[in-house]
């Protein structure tokens, strides 16, 4: 679905009611945005934990591509606090 809104001089945007009814958005419900380049994507967060896991999932993806375990992450950690 796609709906057309627009920026108030405030910087304050309007949810059309068919997509906040489809998306089940409420009063008061959290949003997180993505920004790049000229496109803005907004997304419903249940919990200030799950913001956590959404903004981290590009760094847990590129740590599985290549093949980093936590052990790796462990041993890291401590060689970083004997440098200091």
Excluded: N
């Excluded at 949810?15 to 994507?41: A, C, H, Q």
Aim: overall charge positive; glycine content about 8%.
């Amino acid at each position: 679905m796609i709906e057309l809104s627009k920026l108030s001089s405030k910087g304050q945007v309007v949810i059309p009611k068919t997509l906040r009814k489809k998306l089940d958005l409420k009063e008061g419900d959290k949003l997180i945005l993505f920004g790049s380049g000229d496109l803005l994507v907004l997304k419903k967060v249940e919990s200030e934990k799950s913001v956590l896991g959404i903004l981290s999932q590009p760094v847990r993806e590129k740590v599985q591509k290549r093949g980093i375990k936590d052990s790796d992450v462990q041993e890291a950690v401590s060689w970083a606090r004997k440098r200091t």
